[in-house]
């Protein structure tokens, strides 16, 4: 979706979950920077 929002649906035995996660609402999930590969130099 546009504006960054995120929508999740899981598949369970009950059925089905949709989860909508939008920045604006302060639930939006932080996510660390990933690492170099490390056969990569370091880079900033």
Known sequence: ?????IR????TKDG?????IRPDKGAF???PAP???PSF???N
């Open 8 to 11: 999740i649906g899981t598949l």
């Open 35 to 37: 690492e170099a590969y």
């Open 41 to 43: 130099p370091h880079h």
């Open 16 to 20: 089905m979950q949709r989860k909508l």
């Open 1 to 5: 979706s546009s504006g960054g929002v």
């Open 29 to 31: 999930p932080k996510f």
